[in-house]
């Protein structure tokens, strides 16, 4: 769930999760809430923070709330990604105005919301990149197919000077994006990932 501000780095949530005895109450706008708009949506996990003075990365919790129905919660409106509604799985604009949740409802504990977020992106970034990569490589192929077939100015696009400069620069950029990318498994793969939170 993205939140106002126009970030990807999770240390900026505003979003606030305040413990009151035996319930958290949340209060916060998110944007974006992947699946929000499907019907079949029951269950929202929130991130937002429960302590502002804790490290940086210390601040962030994470709520599951049971129940999309829990009083404060205002779905307003559906949001589009790119031009697509992605109907109808759907993202939404949600508002949060004092939700209270059971306390048993916070995952992993206070201060454990960073740590969760990164332990799904980080993978989930790389496989996003991947996925590119070979929709890259699908577009070089149908390059190829169509300058071996068409002619401009009296000889194949394949037979151009430009275009084989053109093609050759397409091919190590994606050449040198796929290394970069097998790079950072690998150091996943290694290192594991969510190093250097504290």
């Not at 769930?1 to 240390?11: F, G, K």
């Not at 429960?50 to 559906?78: C, E, F, W």
């Not at 040198?176 to 990932?193: F, P, S």
Request: hydrophobic share 40%; charged share 25%; with cysteine.
């Amino acid at each position: 769930m993205a939140e106002q501000v126009v970030s990807s780095d999770a240390t900026n949530i505003e979003c606030s999760i305040k413990r009151q005895g035996d319930f958290y109450c949340i209060n916060g706008k998110k944007w974006w809430t992947s699946g929000a708009m499907d019907p079949r949506c029951r269950v929202l996990i929130v991130m937002g923070k429960t302590d502002y003075t804790a490290p940086k990365h210390k601040q962030q919790s994470m709520m599951i709330l049971v129940d999309t129905n829990t009083p404060g919660i205002h779905v307003k409106r559906p949001l589009m990604v790119f031009g697509f509604d992605d109907a109808p799985h759907g993202h939404a604009e949600i508002l949060f105005e004092n939700v209270l949740v059971p306390a048993k409802n916070i995952l992993l504990g206070e201060g454990r919301g960073f740590e969760i977020a990164q332990g799904r992106l980080g993978p989930g970034r790389l496989h996003h990149c991947m996925r590119l990569i070979g929709a890259a490589e699908r577009e070089m192929g149908m390059m190829e197919q169509r300058a071996l077939k068409r002619k401009v100015f009296g000889k194949l696009i394949a037979e151009q000077g430009s275009f084989l400069s053109d093609i050759a620069k397409c091919r190590m950029e994606l050449e040198k994006t796929r290394l970069v990318v097998l790079e950072a498994v690998d150091q996943l793969d290694c290192l594991g990932h969510g190093q250097g939170l504290d």
